[in-house]
């Protein structure tokens, strides 16, 4: 039984470390819903010499940290409150189903030298329902507070 655990927790760091190449496939070819703005290489598609639709996705605190927050932003979208980018992030909950959504967040993780864990079909599941009165986009202010929460949560004790 011990070992048949030990096998069980072996597998589930491995699947952790290495997102699976059907996974990054579909999540590649589901990103076409956020190329538009993104960009096809993630680092925000640019309009002329200065002005660009929306922020990079290599190196995204938000994008490669806790995959909860960066599932309720994708989820939810965020409340366009400045000039920054010419675009605004769209609440994607009904563009996207479960498996569309883990794919989608497992290529961002794995691409654009952004080296984050997968994101699994039934973390979004329990994510989409824990979030699903929620109807207002989030605030940049709330995103920061919750990145900041789940930074302290994770520091390693001294
Ligand atoms: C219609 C344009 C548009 C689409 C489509 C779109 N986004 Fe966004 N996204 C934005 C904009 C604009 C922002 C910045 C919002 C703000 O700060 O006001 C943003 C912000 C983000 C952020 C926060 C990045 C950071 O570090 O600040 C993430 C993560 C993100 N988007 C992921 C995605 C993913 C994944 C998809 C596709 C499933 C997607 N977006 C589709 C426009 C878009």
Known sequence: MKAITTLFLASALL???EPDAAAMADGKAHFMNCMACHGLDGTGMKVGPTMVMAPSLAGSKIATGDPEIFAQVVLKGIKKEGAEFLQMMLPLEATLDDKKLASVMTYVRGSF?????PVT????KEWRAKYADRK???TRAEIAELVKKSEEA???PE
Do not use: G, I, T
Not at 113 to 117: E, F, G
Not at 121 to 124: D, I, S
């Open 154 to 156: 994770n520091k390693k």
């Open 136 to 138: 207002e986009p989030l």
């Open 113 to 117: 030298d952004n080296k984050a864990d």
């Open 121 to 124: 079909e039934a973390q979004v």
């Open 15 to 17: 699947a952790s470390a």
